[in-house]
């Protein structure tokens, strides 16, 4: 029984160390007061508080926060009057600063947020507010970090979630979103139209190239055709002659080759059959064909001479009608009749 008392002054002891051991879990921090005075800042790990003489001050979370600000009224710089609502990201950097720098910081770091939302809108435009969505959250972070640091807050970034303009301006808005997307659709219709337009003109203007480069090398391959076929011709007729004159033909031979000319020309449907004068002179002193025609003579020609005719050639001594019966004055007065004298 002896061990009894030993036994309770232990459990003693092990409760009040344990009731006064306290373990800190990571991304947070306690303040520690001694006395009522702050002594210190534990960390994530275990710690041992001294009973009655220190206490935990305030617990403080190391994490990243979100305060999401309500909408707030802000006036622009051309006086219209808008809704916008920020969220704001922070996180404590200092527990000692952030316990003892402001009552509530983080309805400070709200109230703050507000002021300065208006500030840095009513320095701009409706329209500059409505494009300058970046440049308003860099602004107002960096305003926001720099009134913050006394409190131990650090301001990560700042985002407009919503800017509400009033019905008015956003009827207005609206019209004008739909008159500029009518005038860029205009303008592409427009655009495109003038492409085809284009288009069409240099695709006629090429057909008319190629057809025209198509015609004329038809026309030149006819040509060269016809020249060729020329050539061929008048190289098989000289090559026809050389080979007569090669094999030696007679005068006979020439003219029977003659007669087959003639006969083709013939043969044609002309009415009119132009003869050429050697072939004329050939026919005629041909024997064959004075036998079986009746022209020419396969005797010499005959040479006599015909007697000249007596002159025709007015003589002023013999009267009118006295010519020697060559019709001069029946020819003169059918003359003169059809001339109406």
């Known amino acids: 029984m002896e061990y009894i008392p030993i036994i309770i002054v232990a459990v003693l002891i092990v409760w009040f160390i344990a009731s006064n051991l306290r373990v800190v879990s990571q991304s947070e921090a306690y303040v520690i007061e001694f006395l009522g005075k702050y002594k210190d800042t534990w960390e994530a790990g275990m710690h041992l508080k001294i009973p009655f003489l ?106 407009l979630k919503n800017i509400i303009p009033p019905k008015g301006i956003q009827e207005s808005m609206e019209k004008q979103m739909k008159a500029e997307r009518e005038k860029r659709e205009t303008l592409l219709l427009a655009e495109a139209h003038k492409e085809a337009d284009i288009k069409e003109a240099e695709g006629h203007k090429l057909a008319v190239v190629l057809e025209a480069e198509g015609e004329r090398d038809a026309r030149i391959a006819r040509a ?63 024997v064959a064909f004075s036998e079986t025609s009746g022209l020419g003579s396969v005797t010499a020609p005959d040479t006599t001479e015909e007697p000249e005719p007596e002159s025709r050639c007015f003589d002023k001594e013999k009267a009118f009608g006295d010519y020697d019966g060559n019709g001069y004055d029946a020819k003169k007065k059918e003359t003169d009749e059809k001339l109406g004298k």
């Open 54 to 159: 220190e206490r935990v001050a305030k617990k403080v979370t190391l994490k990243e926060q979100v305060l999401d600000a309500p909408p707030q009224p802000v006036i622009t710089k051309d006086n219209v009057t808008m809704q916008i609502d920020a969220v704001v990201y922070f996180r404590v950097f200092n527990p000692m600063l952030f316990t003892y720098g402001a009552i509530n910081p983080v309805n400070a770091l709200d109230n703050l947020t507000a002021t300065t939302l208006r500030n840095v809108v009513g320095e701009l435009e409706l329209d500059e507010t409505l494009t300058s969505r970046d440049a308003i959250n860099s602004k107002m972070a960096l305003i926001l970090d720099d009134a913050t640091d006394p409190w131990g807050i650090k301001v990560i970034r700042v985002e």
């Open 224 to 286: 060269e055709g016809e020249a060729r076929a020329v050539y061929l011709a008048k190289k098989a007729e000289a090559d026809g002659l050389r080979e007569l004159m090669a094999a030696g033909v007679d005068e006979s031979v020439l003219r029977l080759k003659q007669f087959e000319a003639m006969q083709k020309i013939a043969d044609g449907r002309a009415a009119k059959i132009i003869i050429p004068t050697d072939m004329v002179d050939m026919v005629t002193k041909s």
